[in-house]
């Protein structure tokens, strides 16, 4: 028998009910199920291509688990609210009320990121930044966004354009703005000959992460001969979508990376040289990419959608690809605003500093109440 204070902590990729059916021995012990995703919204290609049995065995999982737990708040309310429509697609008899069996047995847990010491690697308006980081990290929901930090700058300025104060701040203010700033007294002042804005995108070469949107976007700025350089990272699998080679040969004069690092400090390396991260993701529970980017001091966007606004404020968010263009056109005409801009996002909040005792906690719980 097992000593009663074991814990059988698994991912929620295991059928834990099927484990349990096959080692009764097993069932006495806490059992934790961790979901890093879940299979009742992954977005298919085609709605008859989903394998009903995926997201049934996450289903039979949770009734069967003691504890389980979420890697976000979009993850768990996102599973929790597709059951019902989920099970409806079975054939015949369609249990109902499952959600309530499984929410009391919830909660949110983030996963914990070890983030590397990247200093070695930071360009010096990085290392600049960074020194100032702590004072902008205490609320990421309060902390104001570019458009207040460069209002703030420029309150001395009188000969300026200040931004309505009735509205947000719209492109061609901005890039008055960015231009006034150029000739002002301020601290700050972009180069006359900027390096080019460097863009990032760190994901699988998959549909789910929509490249199809990222590379159109970037198509769209080089049509405007606007000036940038671009790192394609991630990993690519199998079936590779078509429009990476594509994309390829039409943006050959501006890339600076293109493919899988297999070197960690290569890959930190690549971030830290980066000005702007980019997510175009149909499907993203967490993104410790993204946050590994910010991490480098990258200005993130991402869609105004998925777990994205549970991490990152406002600013960095756009709802729709026509706002990810005019963001970027903006940054690529005035890429000193994102290199003299402090990311108002705390990473800490997802590091295993932060969080580690938290799961040592749960790790170290005693065994599960009878029923």
Same mark, same amino acid.
């Given at each position: 028998?097992?000593?009663?204070?074991?814990?059988?902590?698994?991912?929620?990729?295991?059928?834990?009910?099927?484990?349990?059916?096959?080692?009764?021995?097993?069932?006495?012990?806490?059992?934790?199920?961790?979901?890093?995703?879940?299979?009742?919204?992954?977005?298919?290609?085609?709605?008859?291509?989903?394998?009903?049995?995926?997201?049934?065995?996450?289903?039979?999982?949770?009734?069967?688990?003691?504890?389980?737990?979420?890697? %976000?708040?979009?993850?768990?309310?996102?599973?929790?609210?597709?059951?019902?429509?989920?099970?409806?697609?079975?054939?015949?008899?369609?249990?109902?009320?499952?959600?309530?069996?499984?929410?009391?047995?919830?909660?949110?847990?983030?996963?914990?990121?070890?983030?590397?010491?990247?200093?070695?690697?930071?360009?010096?308006?990085?290392?600049?930044?960074?020194?100032?980081?702590?004072?902008?990290?205490?609320?990421?929901?309060?902390?104001?966004?570019?458009?207040?930090?460069?209002?703030?700058?420029?309150?001395?300025?009188?000969?300026?354009?200040?931004?309505?104060?009735?509205?947000?701040?719209?492109?061609?203010?901005?890039?008055?703005?960015?231009?006034?700033?150029?000739?002002?007294?301020?601290?700050?002042?972009?180069?006359?000959?900027?390096?080019?804005?460097?863009?990032?995108?760190?994901?699988?070469?998959?549909?789910?992460?929509?490249?199809?949107?990222?590379?159109?976007?970037?198509?769209?700025?080089?049509?405007?001969?606007?000036?940038?350089?671009?790192?394609?990272?991630?990993?690519?699998?199998?079936?590779?979508?078509?429009?990476?080679?594509?994309?390829?040969?039409?943006?050959?004069?501006?890339?600076?990376?293109?493919?899988?690092?297999?070197?960690?400090?290569?890959?930190?390396?690549?971030?830290?040289?980066?000005?702007?991260?980019? %997510?175009?993701?149909?499907?993203?529970?967490?993104?410790?990419?993204?946050?590994?980017?910010?991490?480098?001091?990258?200005?993130?966007?991402?869609?105004?959608?998925?777990?994205?606004?549970?991490?990152?404020?406002?600013?960095?968010?756009?709802?729709?690809?026509?706002?990810?263009?005019?963001?970027?056109?903006?940054?690529?005409?005035?890429?000193?605003?994102?290199?003299?801009?402090?990311?108002?996002?705390?990473? %800490?909040?997802?590091?295993?500093?932060?969080?580690?005792?938290?799961?040592?906690?749960?790790?170290?719980?005693?065994?599960?109440?009878? %029923?």
């Amino acid at each position: 028998m097992w000593d009663p204070s074991w814990i059988l902590f698994t991912s929620s990729v295991l059928n834990l009910a099927e484990l349990v059916a096959l080692r009764p021995d097993l069932a006495s012990l806490k059992k934790i199920l961790y979901f890093h995703e879940n299979q009742l919204i992954y977005p298919m290609r085609k709605s008859q291509e989903r394998d009903f049995q995926y997201g049934y065995n996450q289903i039979l999982s949770c009734l069967v688990a003691d504890v389980v737990l979420f890697n %976000s708040a979009f993850n768990m309310d996102s599973f929790l609210s597709s059951i019902s429509t989920f099970m409806k697609t079975m054939p015949d008899h369609r249990p109902k009320g499952l959600d309530q069996l499984i929410r009391p047995k919830c909660r949110v847990l983030y996963f914990p990121i070890r983030f590397a010491d990247v200093t070695r690697f930071l360009p010096e308006h990085k290392l600049q930044l960074r020194q100032t980081q702590s004072l902008h990290t205490s609320s990421s929901q309060d902390s104001p966004d570019l458009y207040e930090i460069t209002k703030a700058r420029c309150q001395n300025e009188p000969h300026m354009k200040k931004p309505s104060e009735e509205g947000p701040l719209q492109e061609n203010d901005m890039e008055e703005m960015a231009h006034h700033l150029t000739f002002s007294q301020c601290v700050d002042r972009e180069p006359r000959m900027p390096r080019p804005l460097h863009i990032v995108w760190p994901h699988r070469w998959e549909h789910d992460k929509d490249p199809q949107l990222f590379f159109q976007t970037l198509l769209k700025l080089r049509e405007r001969e606007l000036n940038f350089e671009v790192s394609v990272l991630g990993e690519t699998f199998t079936d590779v979508p078509d429009i990476f080679a594509e994309a390829k040969e039409q943006l050959v004069s501006h890339i600076r990376h293109w493919g899988f690092m297999p070197s960690k400090e290569d890959y930190l390396r690549a971030l830290c040289q980066a000005d702007v991260v980019v %997510s175009t993701a149909k499907h993203e529970f967490f993104g410790v990419a993204m946050l590994e980017a910010v991490h480098c001091g990258c200005y993130p966007l991402c869609p105004k959608a998925l777990v994205y606004p549970e991490i990152f404020p406002g600013p960095y968010l756009y709802s729709t690809p026509e706002q990810l263009c005019k963001k970027l056109q903006g940054f690529c005409k005035h890429p000193h605003l994102v290199r003299q801009h402090v990311v108002q996002v705390n990473t %800490s909040t997802f590091s295993w500093d932060s969080l580690g005792e938290e799961y040592r906690s749960l790790l170290t719980a005693g065994p599960p109440s009878s %029923s």
